[in-house]
Nanobody, 116 residues
Framework: QVRLVESGGGLVQPGGSLRLSCAAS????????MKWYRQAPGKERELVAG????????NYGDSVVGRFTISRDNAKNTVFLQMNSLNAEDTARYYC?????????WGPGTQVTVSS
């Protein structure tokens, strides 16, 4: 059974940091590109960050460049999103996505709320 389980979300003050994790199971993790998306109420889902199968190539949405870092541990079937200098505009539900030429898997998401 394919599972993606996000964790690490929560309430954080502006300027703070969070580290999200996404634990994968039920498929060959190292054969999938991994991405983080987010969706705020009333807004479309947007790409936050992506990382290639071997972890060499990363890409980021314009609004998070320089603040967020995506990484992965293929030995532990986990992808991470380190989020620094958070602001209110980062408030959203964050989703983990695994994708290759044939399959596209999503987790249920974890809520991140940035507020004082």
């Amino acid at each position: 059974q394919v599972r993606l389980v996000e964790s690490g979300g929560g309430l954080v003050q502006p300027g703070g940091s969070l580290r999200l994790s996404c634990a994968a199971s039920g498929f060959t993790f190292s054969r999938f590109d991994m991405k983080w998306y987010r969706q705020a109420p009333g807004k479309e889902r947007e790409l936050v960050a992506g990382i290639s199968r071997n972890g060499v190539t990363t890409n980021y949405g314009d609004s998070v460049v320089g603040r967020f870092t995506i990484s992965r541990d293929n030995a532990k079937n986990t992808v991470f999103l380190q989020m620094n200098s958070l602001n209110a505009e980062d408030t959203a539900r964050y989703y983990c996505n695994a994708r290759n030429d044939f399959w596209d898997y999503w987790g249920p998401g974890t809520q991140v709320t940035v507020s004082s």
